[in-house]
């Protein structure tokens, strides 16, 4: 059965949060009830934390759960605090800051469930790559990337022989023993060599990571090998891209279509904000009164 609040603050678990301040400033009459904290004027009562401990936790953790709330709910008002006595605040300009970010959210929240209703997330191909041709400067590569195969097999695997003869092969059959033996002996395979890799994050923890110039060496390597002294990776490089060249469009049509999304949003918050306006102009719902 879930254990109320009130026992754990009752039986003193609460004590060395409470200790913190003292309660000697009269209580304003219309609360009606003990605090559990307080902060100069601010209060923090029982039912402001009525519901917080979830079902099915332990008292300990319950215990601990109130005590880390009741210590942030000091912090947050010892801040605000602060902040006034140390702050020449404007109460008039503050309240307009404070009613400007309300009907800012309430936007917000307006805007965000009229774009779900309204927007196709479907962006056909040809746009991505009309988008793509049209920025093309804007699709500079900030690392080199690889298309590739990569294996990694224990010096163990048998007939590494024929191995290195697969890896090597443009032959559909071979492509597809290749495939067959790297699922039963690889320890570590990417054999999709139409995804492009950033590098970096392909050979790290590989021997190839202490290659002094890795331009250099994708520049000299369509394959490689290097030994760990327990297992032998083995790399066939199809395409790379070297830093500051254009990004192929396929690494991009993922950022891309992220880009069109949120022109589609923008455009459709642009349109709502229009066509309120033009519906309010319409029937006069709005009237700009001009100076005497």
């Given at each position: 059965?879930?254990?109320?609040?009130?026992?754990?603050?009752?039986?003193?678990?609460?004590?060395?949060?409470?200790?913190?301040?003292?309660?000697?400033?009269?209580?304003?009459?219309?609360?009606?009830?003990?605090?559990?904290?307080?902060?100069?004027?601010?209060?923090?009562?029982?039912?402001?934390?009525?519901?917080?401990?979830?079902?099915?936790?332990?008292?300990?953790?319950?215990?601990?759960?109130?005590?880390?709330?009741?210590?942030?709910?000091?912090?947050?008002?010892?801040?605000?605090?602060e902040a006034e006595n140390?702050?020449?605040?404007?109460?008039?300009?503050?309240?307009?800051?404070?009613?400007?970010?309300?009907?800012?959210?309430?936007?917000?929240?307006?805007?965000?469930?009229?774009?779900?209703?309204?927007?196709?997330?479907?962006?056909?191909?040809?746009?991505?790559?009309?988008?793509?041709?049209?920025?093309?400067?804007?699709?500079?590569?900030?690392?080199?990337?690889?298309?590739?195969?990569?294996?990694?097999?224990?010096?163990?695997?048998?007939?590494?022989?024929?191995?290195?003869?697969?890896?090597?092969?443009?032959?559909?059959?071979?492509?597809?023993?290749?495939?067959?033996?790297?699922?039963?002996?690889?320890?570590?395979?990417?054999?999709?060599?139409?995804?492009?890799?950033?590098?970096?994050?392909?050979?790290?923890?590989?021997?190839?990571?202490?290659?002094?110039?890795?331009?250099?060496?994708l520049r000299r390597n369509?394959?490689?090998?290097?030994?760990?002294?327990?297992?032998?990776?083995?790399?066939?490089?199809?395409?790379?891209?070297?830093?500051?060249?254009?990004?192929?469009?396929?690494?991009?049509?993922?950022?891309?279509?992220?880009?069109?999304?949120?022109?589609?949003?923008?455009?459709?918050?642009?349109?709502?904000?229009?066509?309120?306006?033009?519906?309010?102009?319409?029937?006069?719902?709005?009237?700009?009164?001009?100076?005497?």
């Amino acid at each position: 059965m879930k254990t109320s609040i009130a026992t754990f603050l009752c039986i003193g678990i609460l004590v060395s949060a409470c200790d913190m301040l003292t309660l000697q400033r009269k209580l304003p009459e219309s609360e009606g009830e003990k605090p559990i904290a307080r902060v100069q004027n601010f209060y923090l009562y029982y039912k402001d934390i009525d519901g917080l401990i979830p079902d099915g936790i332990s008292e300990t953790d319950s215990v601990q759960l109130v005590n880390r709330h009741i210590k942030n709910w000091i912090k947050k008002h010892l801040m605000i605090a602060e902040a006034e006595n140390s702050l020449n605040l404007n109460e008039s300009e503050l309240n307009r800051k404070v009613l400007d970010y309300k009907y800012a959210l309430i936007v917000h929240e307006f805007e965000k469930v009229y774009i779900n209703r309204q927007i196709d997330y479907m962006i056909p191909f040809e746009e991505i790559k009309q988008y793509y041709e049209e920025n093309i400067e804007n699709f500079e590569l900030k690392q080199n990337i690889i298309r590739c195969n990569y294996i990694k097999l224990s010096n163990e695997s048998p007939r590494f022989s024929r191995f290195r003869q697969l890896i090597r092969s443009e032959k559909p059959e071979d492509k597809e023993e290749l495939k067959a033996y790297s699922i039963q002996f690889a320890n570590k395979v990417h054999l999709d060599d139409s995804t492009w890799l950033h590098f970096d994050e392909l050979i790290a923890g590989t021997p190839f990571l202490d290659v002094p110039n890795k331009v250099d060496f994708l520049r000299r390597n369509k394959f490689a090998e290097a030994n760990d002294g327990e297992s032998t990776h083995f790399l066939k490089v199809i395409e790379y891209r070297i830093s500051k060249q254009t990004s192929p469009l396929e690494f991009v049509v993922d950022d891309i279509e992220k880009i069109l999304i949120n022109k589609r949003k923008v455009k459709l918050a642009n349109t709502l904000e229009r066509e309120i306006y033009e519906k309010a102009e319409r029937n006069k719902s709005f009237q700009i009164y001009q100076p005497d």
